[in-house]
């Protein structure tokens, strides 16, 4: 079995070389060393590996389907040597992150600041936008993205947590609007609405049947910052649609007031996304699982003073 095992790193090296010759230079033998080898492992598979002449060779259809498999397993074995070597688990190199704004400032970034600090290898750059940027076409290795996420093939994505959003809207406005107490009554107020990627973001409130629904913000006031829409609600701008942890201090300061709350809008979820590859680097798996460990209980500790 040891032999079988050797001839696999072999049969890689020459089939990523275009002689024997250089895949003996590569691995410090002989090329009738490497010549050989082959010729076993193709008496043991019963196939031929590679078409050989006197000028070239290349893989035979077989040869590159034995190939694949080979250099994700030599991968494999990689990269749990590199996560077991000396039992340090350091990560290393550059880290590109994109967050969302206000999320991003108030728990992304204190985490990744922190996962830095446990790795002083790992050079970390964190980009704040609430675009869903292109990873693989702008070179990010991993995202956080809040809501519902677009269908993708060339993507990964695993949920880390979920918010809760609250309609909200200042004590001044409500005096002078009145307090809507349904989905039909809330369409008739103002609205200071969020908008992302050039749309409005719609409001998901339950209807008088308790069945979720989604409206239109009746706004006049569009923005696509979130920290710009709660300082508008709160000198009057309208109601408004927004995260709880984003909210809380103004309603316990009273500048804002929770408003149809048997309305409860559920919550959002919390991803974190990554280009689909065979082999996820040390630095993202970390990250991820440092997100996966520690978010949650984050945001858990602000919901539950709701």
């Not at 609430?130 to 677009?150: K, N, Q, Y």
């Not at 008739?188 to 990627?197: D, L």
């Not at 804002?256 to 590859?277: F, H, M, N, Q």
């Amino acid at each position: 079995m040891k032999s079988e095992m050797n001839s696999i790193p072999v049969f890689v090296t020459a089939a990523e070389s275009s002689s024997f010759s250089q895949a003996a230079e590569k691995l410090h033998v002989t090329r009738s060393a490497v010549a050989k080898t082959i010729s076993r492992l193709e008496e043991r598979l019963g196939v031929t590996l590679f078409n050989r002449t006197t000028r070239s060779q290349s893989l035979t259809d077989e040869g590159s389907l034995y190939y694949e498999s080979c250099r994700r397993a030599l991968n494999e074995i990689k990269l749990a040597e590199d996560i077991l070597e000396s039992g340090k688990l350091q990560a290393s190199g550059k880290l590109r992150v994109s967050v969302p704004v206000l999320l991003g400032h108030f728990c992304i970034s204190p985490l990744l600041s922190a996962l830095a600090q446990e790795h002083p290898k790992l050079e970390l750059e964190i980009s704040f936008s609430d675009r869903p940027v292109d990873l693989s076409e702008e070179g990010f290795d991993l995202a956080v993205r809040i809501g519902t996420l677009a269908d993708s093939s060339s993507l990964v994505a695993r949920k880390l947590a979920s918010h809760t959003m609250v309609f909200c809207a200042s004590p001044d406005y409500l005096r002078q609007a009145g307090e809507p107490a349904s989905s039909e009554e809330l369409k008739h107020h103002e609205a200071v609405a969020y908008t992302r990627s050039g749309r409005v973001l719609k409001w998901q409130i339950k209807n008088e049947k308790g069945e979720m629904t989604e409206i239109t913000p009746p706004a006049r006031i569009m923005m696509d910052d979130m920290q710009a829409v709660k300082n508008i609600a709160i000198t009057g701008g309208g109601i408004a649609w927004l995260p709880y942890w984003l909210v809380r201090e103004q309603f316990v300061s009273g500048s804002l007031k929770e408003i149809l709350k048997d309305r409860s809008s559920g919550s959002w979820p919390v991803y974190a996304v990554w280009p689909r590859t065979p082999h996820l680097s040390l630095k993202v798996r970390l990250t991820i699982d440092k997100l996966v460990s520690e978010l949650p209980a984050m945001m858990a500790a602000i919901e539950a003073q709701i």
